[in-house]
C-alpha cells in the first residue's frame, strides 16, 4: 500500500504527536506538583493554577485521544493491506500498536512507511526459483 507524501507527513507528525504524550502528561504533571510542593502553605494556592490549565489541557487531551482512535484505525488497515511485508513483523507490529501504541506506531511508521522500500528483514520472502534438474537433462 503506497501512500503520497503529504498523507506520509501527516501520518508522521500525528505518530509524533502520539509519541510525545506520556511525555507531555509527564511535564504537565510536574510543573503541577512541584510547585505546590516547593510554595509556602495558601489554601488557594493549588486550586488556582490547576484550574487554568486544566481548562485549557483537557480539549486538547480529548482532541489527541480522537486522533489516537483515528491513528488506531489507520495502522490496523495499512497493515492488513501491506501485502510485502512479513506476517510476523506485521502481527508484533500490530500488537505493540494496540498494547504499547507509544512505542508501536513510531515502529511501524518508521519501518512500513517512512522509507520508500522497508528494510530486507521485515519484508516476505520471496520463494526461489525450483529448477527440476530431471527436465533440464531431458532437453
Known amino acids: 500500500m503506497t501512500l503520497s507524501q503529504p498523507i506520509k507527513i501527516l501520518v508522521g507528525v500525528s505518530t509524533l504527536l502520539v509519541f510525545l504524550l506520556p511525555f507531555g502528561f509527564v511535564l504537565l504533571w510536574g510543573l503541577m506538583v512541584f510547585p505546590m510542593a516547593l510554595g509556602e502553605p495558601n489554601a488557594n494556592f493549588p486550586f488556582q493554577p490547576f484550574d487554568a490549565i486544566f481548562s485549557l489541557v483537557f480539549p486538547l487531551m480529548c482532541l489527541l485521544n480522537l486522533l489516537i482512535y483515528a491513528l488506531y484505525a489507520f495502522y490496523v488497515i495499512h497493515t492488513i ?17 494496540f498494547f504499547l501504541p507509544f512505542l508501536g506506531m513510531p515502529f511501524y511508521y518508521i519501518v512500513y512507511i517512512f522509507f520508500p522500500n522497508p528494510p530486507s528483514w521485515a519484508l516476505k520472502k520471496q520463494p526461489t526459483a525450483f529448477v527440476n534438474k530431471a527436465s533440464e537433462s531431458s532437453v
Do not use: C, H, P, Y
Open 81 to 97: 493491506k501491506n501485502e510485502r511485508g512479513s506476517d510476523v513483523v506485521r502481527i508484533i507490529a500490530l500488537l505493540a500498536i
